[in-house]
């Protein structure tokens, strides 16, 4: 379950970096973290269990909306870089000589 966190953490952080994602897509996951921060809430985070609930619910369903606007195949791609299936192009310079 953990290693499930940090690979969508991971996925998130590089989709959030690629310029290929428009800037509007990613001020969803912004939108969601300055909520997060946020002291105004729905359900205010002194209620134990429901306040950090609704926090974690918008964090969650903002993160799949992120991913869910995204082409497919730009999310393909940083998930066979993350899995280790392909060397990311973009540090290495092909040769035409080759």
Same mark, same amino acid.
């Given at each position: 379950?953990?290693e499930?966190?940090?690979?969508?953490? +991971?996925l998130?952080?590089?989709?959030?970096?690629?310029?290929?994602?428009?800037?509007?897509?990613?001020? =969803?996951?912004?939108?969601?973290?300055?909520?997060?921060?946020s002291p105004?809430?729905? $359900?205010?985070?002194?209620? $134990?269990?429901? !306040?950090?609930?609704?926090?974690? !619910?918008?964090?969650?369903?903002?993160? +799949?909306?992120?991913?869910?606007? =995204?082409?497919?195949?730009?999310?393909?791609e940083?998930q066979? $870089?993350?899995?280790g299936?392909? $060397?990311?192009?973009?540090?290495?310079?092909?040769?035409? +000589?080759?």
């Amino acid at each position: 379950m953990f290693e499930r966190i940090v690979y969508e953490a +991971r996925l998130v952080w590089r989709l959030l970096l690629d310029t290929r994602v428009s800037m509007w897509h990613k001020l =969803i996951v912004i939108a969601a973290v300055a909520y997060v921060l946020s002291p105004l809430d729905l $359900i205010p985070d002194f209620m $134990i269990g429901l !306040g950090q609930l609704d926090d974690l !619910g918008i964090l969650l369903g903002s993160l +799949r909306l992120f991913k869910s606007m =995204i082409p497919t195949q730009i999310v393909q791609e940083h998930q066979e $870089i993350i899995d280790g299936r392909v $060397i990311e192009a973009r540090k290495y310079k092909v040769n035409d +000589r080759d």
